[in-house]
């Protein structure tokens, strides 16, 4: 029942609920997350853990979840559209003519 509100479904209006159903084909750990605005990005996220029907066939006393995510303090919007002006604006890695300059210094002393 995955969905972009205006796209696939209208959406859930503020102050209202919606009864999300569907078939489990399998148990595990998933989650869900928001497709408006810039919520995802924001932390509006978390997980969906599925039980088994039939019982573990080991024993634990604790189980922990753990999610991880790329993170940053940056505005989402100032994000994405840095990102549509430049799709490597966050590589870091990449070479500069800095690099260049220093690479063709270094292979004329060799």
């Given at each position: 029942?995955?969905?972009?509100?205006?796209?696939?479904?209208?959406?859930?209006?503020?102050?209202?609920?919606?009864?999300?159903?569907?078939?489990?084909?399998?148990?595990?750990?998933?989650?869900?997350?928001?497709?408006?605005?810039?919520?995802?990005?924001?932390?509006i996220f978390g997980p969906l853990i599925?039980?088994?029907?039939?019982?573990?066939?080991?024993?634990?006393?604790?189980?922990?979840?753990?999610?991880?995510?790329?993170?940053?303090?940056?505005?989402?919007?100032?994000?994405?559209?840095?990102?549509k002006r430049y799709g490597g604006y966050?590589?870091?890695?990449?070479?500069?003519?800095?690099?260049?300059?220093?690479?063709?210094?270094?292979?004329?002393?060799?």
């Open positions: 029942m995955d969905g972009v509100p205006g796209v696939s479904f209208d959406g859930i209006r503020p102050g209202t609920t919606f009864e999300y159903r569907f078939g489990l084909r399998q148990s595990g750990t998933y989650w869900y997350h928001s497709h408006s605005g810039f919520q995802e990005q924001t932390g599925v039980e088994s029907a039939s019982p573990e066939p080991y024993a634990y006393d604790r189980e922990y979840t753990i999610i991880l995510s790329d993170w940053t303090f940056e505005d989402p919007q100032r994000v994405f559209a840095n990102l966050y590589n870091y890695q990449r070479r500069t003519l800095v690099n260049h300059a220093d690479e063709a210094e270094a292979s004329c002393s060799q």
